[in-house]
């Protein structure tokens, strides 16, 4: 037992330090913009198509289970503001930031770690590159900025689903559609999405970043560090939204 707390409080040691090396790269030139340029190309732009696909999904069949419960009292006008305000503030940016930790995490996870395997980030530090500026870094800012983007995304693509779902059985407009979501959204709304999208990004390109920087040697890590890389960030995505969800109705 006494093993365990401490090989738990060096762990905790070692994600401090590892954060502290990070904070100190960011603020410190060199900044490394092309990079971070094409990270966020291969973390946003190839995400494109899946992040499109689920997020049409969740808004169509999110209109489709909530239409009976809301038919039950005479409320079916109330559904475009429902969808509207259930994908803005918790659907958007948590299907994002799940599909971000399969997605995203396993390949910063992989990528990371068959460097750290093949003894390339040793072969970085020796020939005068700083590997946590250029591989770390770069990621992790990578991540924060787009998973918002993509958040926004999704809340768009899932939107139109809600409103297919609704123009197949109820004779709604797009434009009156429209009005009626974009009055029920307050700017609280788009706060609390954009700040969760901000702290679901940081964490999974942080968490991913760490478990792969730090994985075992061998063929084995590789595989180990994208799956510790998923499961990790989809944890702390998880406990994240739950401590923003107390917070943010303490606040209101």
């Not at 899946?50 to 006008?77: C, D």
């Not at 770690?113 to 992790?140: C, H, W, Y």
């Amino acid at each position: 037992m006494k093993q365990k707390i401490e090989n738990l409080l060096l762990e905790f040691a070692r994600i401090h330090r590892f954060m502290m090396r990070f904070l100190r790269e960011v603020v410190s030139p060199p900044y490394e913009f092309k990079e971070i340029i094409r990270q966020c190309y291969e973390i946003g732009w190839k995400s494109f198509p899946l992040i499109s696909l689920t997020g049409f999904i969740v808004g169509f069949v999110f209109t489709k289970q909530s239409r009976p419960s809301l038919e039950e009292f005479g409320a079916t006008s109330l559904l475009p503001s429902l969808i509207s305000i259930a994908i803005v503030r918790a659907l958007a940016p948590l299907v994002t930031a799940l599909i971000g930790s399969g997605k995203i995490g396993s390949q910063i996870g992989a990528e990371l770690s068959s460097m750290n395997v093949t003894e390339q980030i040793d072969a970085m530090e020796v020939s005068g590159t700083n590997p946590m500026k250029f591989l770390v870094s770069t990621r992790i800012l990578a991540s924060t900025l787009m998973i918002p983007v993509l958040c926004f995304y999704v809340a768009g693509i899932g939107l139109f689903g809600g409103f297919l779902s609704i123009a197949a059985k109820d004779d709604l407009s797009f434009l009156a559609f429209f009005t009626q979501v974009f009055e029920a959204i307050a700017p609280k709304d788009i706060f609390a999405m954009v700040l969760r999208a901000v702290v679901f990004g940081f964490t999974i390109g942080f968490a991913s970043s760490y478990v792969g920087y730090y994985s075992s040697k061998g063929t084995e890590g590789v595989g180990k560090a994208a799956n510790s890389a998923v499961v990790a960030s989809m944890f702390l995505v998880f406990i994240e939204e739950l401590l923003i969800v107390q917070i943010l109705s303490l606040v209101e």
